[in-house]
């Protein structure tokens, strides 16, 4: 992702125009008088879903948000950059750093050719094989530009050498490696290559996956001036307009999305096995209102996925929160809907889908809300029939409450009572807000087995011990 996604990410179109002219609801965008030509009927129109904005009028034009700063107040684009970045707190790059990115995707582009070749050599009949056995047809390996890395250790090395490379932007853009001790070589031997793009559409990196067995089955790339994981959803930049009109499904792994798209499923993207993060959810929520996650139901246990699940959510309340200030209560973006796609235990999507895509797809138009799913799971660890297990029930699912738009508490806060066997009055005089909800629902996050009491202080033992 660029810095120029990064500042478009945190910020939303609807406030920033608001601070310009007064907006109306009309639908799901926003109407008013255009700021730019004079007019007594509105032809002004912003799309929060799109995070653009067009006048239908005189001036017959549009664009995102950084064109909108500029045209209003007479900047050029690198100035209403540094304005926003400012803004935002998103740090510019500095020439060095600039000079660091535009080596690391050229290396990065350099070597996504030789491992797309060496697939399609002699070489790589094993990898066309083990393809084949995957059942990933030869259109999604152009499509996905699937390669091989070689098996000797130092031939990528020598190939990018041999274009004017050295080997210290090698292992800066995370394709070669180097020892305290002067050896360097490949990162990557005999892998199976997935090339990783972020929104735009830039290579930043790659996922390399074993065919032996050998551990770690998954090897990324590390950290580097383009690739960092927390920041790319893979194939984003294929899913995004299927997105915008159908909603995204959120699958965990590179095979997952391969094979979703391969059989038509274009609205899929996978997080590489990892809770959501704030600047991922920024780019979904640009695109879309409506979320699918589809998570392996085995993966890691089912109280890893629960903790991977609490931090998403907690991740999307914030992200909401912050893009509602200096808004109106007319202007605020409803939170999205995120529901849980459940899978058969012991399938993961790429299995699903192919053994029955029209299952993935009732599967995915059918899930479960993200907060009943979170309150199930936590449910099934509990034991209900005693007091100390509703307390760690309420106060596990309080600072979600807590952090939810008004309108879906007491929704949640019913949810809640009918599982605790009480009353939604009484849930709410046993338990108090806390003074920062926000930072209750970062408790949350970091919780790592049972709830705890502190969170919620008045939700005790005690409490529920008098309801039974």
């Not at 070489?123 to 152009?142: K, N, V």
């Not at 020598?158 to 274009?163: E, G, K, N, Q, V």
Request: net charge neutral; hydrophobic share 35%.
């Amino acid at each position: 992702m660029t810095v120029v996604d990064d500042v478009k990410g945190r910020l939303d179109i609807v406030e920033v125009v608001s601070q310009h002219v007064a907006l109306s609801r009309s639908g799901k965008s926003y109407k008013a008088n255009c700021p730019f030509h004079q007019e007594k009927t509105p032809s002004f129109f912003v799309f929060p879903d799109r995070q653009s904005w067009r006048c239908y009028g005189a001036c017959a034009t549009g664009g995102d948000v950084f064109s909108f700063v500029m045209r209003s107040q007479g900047l050029e684009f690198g100035e209403v950059l540094q304005q926003l970045a400012q803004q935002t707190g998103v740090a510019l790059p500095t020439r060095q750093k600039r000079e660091g990115q535009e080596s690391a995707n050229g290396i990065n582009e350099t070597a996504l050719v030789y491992f797309r070749g060496l697939l399609d050599s002699t070489q790589g009949a094993a990898a066309r094989e083990y393809l084949e056995e995957r059942g990933i047809t030869r259109e999604s390996i152009e499509r996905f530009e699937l390669g091989l890395s070689p098996a000797n250790g130092h031939a990528l090395k020598d190939h990018l050498t041999a274009r004017g490379f050295t080997v210290q932007q090698g292992v800066q853009a995370g394709v070669l490696r180097e020892n305290d001790k002067g050896w360097s070589g490949d990162l990557f031997r005999s892998r199976f290559m997935i090339p990783i793009r972020d929104a735009a559409g830039a290579l930043a990196g790659f996922g390399a996956r074993s065919m032996d067995g050998s551990q770690p089955k998954y090897l990324n790339s590390p950290r580097s001036p383009v690739f960092d994981k927390s920041r790319i959803l893979y194939g984003l930049h294929l899913a995004k307009e299927a997105a915008r009109e159908k909603g995204l499904v959120i699958v965990e792994g590179y095979m997952d999305a391969i094979m979703a798209h391969q059989n038509g499923f274009d609205n899929v993207a996978a997080s590489m096995g990892t809770a959501l993060t704030q600047e991922q959810v920024s780019q979904v929520r640009r695109l879309t209102s409506k979320v699918v996650m589809a998570l392996d139901p085995d993966n890691a246990g089912q109280q890893a996925t629960l903790r991977s699940l609490e931090s998403s959510w907690n991740v999307w309340q914030a992200t909401m929160a912050g893009r509602s200030r200096a808004t109106t209560l007319f202007q605020k973006q409803d939170m999205p809907e995120i529901t849980i796609a459940i899978l058969p235990v012991g399938e993961d999507p790429d299995q699903v889908i192919r053994r029955s895509a029209d299952e993935w797809a009732r599967l995915t138009e059918s899930g479960q809300p993200l907060f009943d799913y979170i309150l199930e799971g936590l449910s099934n660890q509990l034991d209900l029939s005693t007091p100390q297990g509703k307390t760690q029930l309420a106060e596990g699912t309080m600072p979600l409450i807590w952090a939810s738009p008004p309108m879906q508490q007491d929704q949640h806060f019913q949810a809640l009572a009918d599982r605790l066997g009480v009353t939604q009055e009484t849930l709410r005089a046993s338990v108090g807000r806390p003074a920062n909800s926000r930072n209750a629902a970062r408790s949350t996050a970091q919780r790592r087995n049972a709830p705890r009491v502190s969170d919620n202080p008045s939700a005790t033992a005690s409490t529920f011990a008098k309801m039974d």
